[in-house]
């Protein structure tokens, strides 16, 4: 069952959620290919930032999310499971971002199947998908109960908090 988010914030803080869990992820697949890491981290912190309501310049944000598109299309691409799981953790943030910037964005379903779909294709390869997809339930279910009543930023303590606790990625990193 895909969560109802009715708040564009709801939307970015779930999105924010699933990028800051799996960053390590990318950052790995810039370190494999000797790539920049730092697009990724420099909107993910402004992101973040402005979850907890400490930046108020929407075009500081757009500058950051507008630098992260144009490195995300400069990333090597290939068809390897860790591709597709770096492109996934910068669709997150980018949804996140542009939920922020557009209040009708709303990627949670589309994310929650690409999430779904790289289980799938990991079931050939390990047998820890059903733990990794009891992981993601709880992860989700937790961020929902946090965010059930989030209507703006600064989101609460609580979000952050999670986030620290979720120190490994939704694929086992």
């Known amino acids: 069952m895909t969560p109802s988010f009715e708040y564009p914030i709801q939307r970015a803080a779930i999105c924010a959620a699933f990028a800051h869990i799996n960053q390590g992820h990318i950052q790995l697949w810039c370190e494999?290919?000797?790539?920049?890491?730092s697009p990724f981290t420099k909107l993910n912190n402004k992101v973040l930032s402005y979850?907890?309501?400490?930046?108020?310049?929407?075009?500081?944000l757009e500058r950051f999310h507008e630098a992260f598109a144009q490195w995300r299309e400069e990333l090597t691409q290939d068809d390897a499971l860790a591709y597709q799981i770096a492109e996934?953790?910068?669709?997150c943030l980018y949804s996140a971002a542009e939920s922020i910037l557009d209040p009708e964005c709303n990627d949670v379903e589309l994310i929650l199947q690409d999430i779904d779909a790289i289980y799938h294709t990991m079931e050939s390869l390990t047998d820890s998908v059903p733990e990794l997809?009891?992981?993601k339930a709880d992860i989700q279910q937790g961020l929902t109960d946090i965010l059930s009543e989030a209507k703006q930023t600064p989101l609460s303590k609580d979000y952050f908090d999670f986030l620290k606790e979720c120190d490994t990625s939704l694929f086992g990193l």
């Open 133 to 135: 997809q009891a992981y």
């Open 32 to 37: 494999h290919n000797t790539q920049d890491f």
């Open 51 to 60: 979850l907890r309501g400490e930046l108020k310049s929407l075009p500081n």
């Open 88 to 91: 996934l953790t910068c669709s």
